[in-house]
């Protein structure tokens, strides 16, 4: 499930969907505190990615964006791509399509004074999915302070899972 992050530490959890058919992502990103409180979420589209990395690695730039908009400062990082996590923790090096985007994302993540990256499995993961996947049916908010009525459930059910 979703584990509390350290005292004093936002966590933030991005993910991504991927339209191979029509070369687009969606991504969803969301910030909460060490009390697991909402703090801010956001999703959009990109309009056009080459594949599923790049996607995945463009939600982990939008959430940083989302994080350094929101004046954190000590950040842990959940996501469910490990190839992504790997990548950030061996400070951005990748070839590829996502080159670019992998050093933008190195770049932002030294901006904050303490950043740990953490693999967190879907379940664990299930607000951010929840939002990038309703940009398919344009509920897109680049940032609301306000949780959508549409995560509400999502929330809680993160919060009980862990309380029990």
Not at 76 to 103: S, W, Y
Not at 132 to 142: G, H
Request: aromatic share 10%.
């Amino acid at each position: 499930g979703w584990s509390r992050p350290p005292m004093g530490f936002v966590k933030l959890n991005v993910d991504s969907s991927f339209d191979h058919d029509l070369l687009r992502g969606m991504v969803g990103a969301v910030l909460r505190d060490d009390k697991r409180r909402f703090i801010v979420g956001g999703n959009c589209n990109i309009d056009w990615c080459a594949d599923v990395l790049t996607a995945e690695v463009l939600v982990l730039r939008f959430g940083l964006l989302l994080a350094q908009r929101m004046g954190c400062n000590r950040l842990v990082i959940n996501f469910d791509n490990m190839e992504v996590i790997n990548t950030m923790k061996n400070e951005g090096q990748l070839a590829g399509a996502a080159v670019a985007v992998f050093d933008d994302c190195y770049f932002l993540a030294c901006d904050f004074p303490l950043t740990a990256f953490e693999h967190c499995n879907g379940e664990a993961n299930k607000v951010a999915h929840e939002l990038a996947r309703l940009v398919k049916f344009s509920v897109t908010r680049d940032c609301f302070e306000e949780p959508l009525v549409k995560i509400v459930t999502f929330l809680i059910d993160d919060v009980t899972v862990i309380s029990n």
